[in-house]
């Protein structure tokens, strides 16, 4: 079950606020009904819960600066025209780079290819000008995530995580903690791949039955799925990607 309310609380007023504070208070005596209901229906030792969550929440900007924070909101429409007014100095007039799609920048492959301009150029010109911005702490090129052979730097292994061949864009910029991309509609977001945003409970409720086990190593979300297969008997889905924790029956 996706109880995703929480996520439109946050987005809307920040993981700070008396309204996220209070949001938790009821969803945590919704959930204790909802527990008490499976004790009389199902019987308390006849059933296994796993509690987690897909994101966790950075915090507010405006919050994060009041505590001395560097933190900001980051415009993506001015650093795209500054990015193209750095671009046209070196490259000459155009609209090389199309839009941002979430973090990403999109080149106008057809721009580039009508003037002969090297790809490679163009993109170490896209990244200095782009590590400029004052909430950008990394970028990457298409061909530094494709290419096995790049040097390993901060971000690169989470960045290439969430980078699909044929639909993500030419240039994956990476915000600093406490950054966020300016949005009218959201007073905070997640989706970065630091700690406030990676770090989510994994919780394991269970009957008698069901051993406790130890890891001191990282677990991740996709340990469930291969987790809760071997406690069923059941092989782990095809596509999962994790390790069975050490617990079971």
Same mark, same amino acid.
């Given at each position: ?9 946050? %987005? ?7 309204? @996220?504070? *209070? ?10 009904? &909802?527990?008490? *209901? ?5 019987? +308390? ?11 966790? &929440?950075?915090?507010?900007?405006? %919050? ?10 980051? @415009? ?5 025209? +500054? ?17 941002? @799609? ?37 970028? &990457? ?28 864009? *030419? ?20 989706? @970065?791949?630091?700690?406030? *945003? ?16 130890? +890891?001191?190593? +990282? ?31």
């Amino acid at each position: 079950m996706s109880l995703s309310s929480h996520d439109y609380v946050n %987005h809307a007023w920040g993981a700070e606020s008396r309204l @996220s504070h *209070d949001h938790v208070l009821q969803l945590d005596n919704l959930l204790a009904a &909802f527990f008490r *209901d499976l004790d009389r229906r199902v019987g +308390r030792d006849n059933y296994l819960v796993v509690l987690t969550a897909d994101h966790g &929440f950075m915090p507010a900007p405006e %919050h994060a600066k009041s505590k001395g924070i560097d933190a900001g909101r980051l @415009s993506s429409s001015q650093a795209l025209a +500054r990015l193209n007014a750095g671009l046209a100095k070196r490259f000459g007039e155009g609209q090389w780079a199309r839009a941002m @799609s979430a973090q990403a920048v999109l080149l106008d492959h057809a721009l580039i290819a009508s003037r002969g301009v090297d790809r490679a150029a163009l993109d170490a010109e896209a990244r200095r000008i782009l590590l400029e911005e004052p909430g950008l702490v990394e970028v &990457f090129t298409r061909a530094e995530i494709l290419d096995p052979a790049t040097p390993e730097r901060a971000f690169l292994a989470q960045v290439r995580r969430q980078f699909h061949r044929d639909r993500s864009g *030419d240039l994956q910029t990476v915000l600093k903690p406490h950054w966020m991309y300016s949005s009218s509609s959201s007073m905070t977001t997640h989706g @970065s791949p630091h700690p406030y *945003d990676t770090h989510v409970p994994i919780l394991f409720w269970g009957p008698k039955w069901v051993s406790a086990g130890r +890891r001191d190593g +990282r677990v991740e979300v996709v340990d469930i799925a291969p987790t809760l297969a071997r406690v069923l008997g059941v092989a782990a889905p095809s596509a999962s990607e994790g390790r069975p924790l050490p617990i079971g029956p």
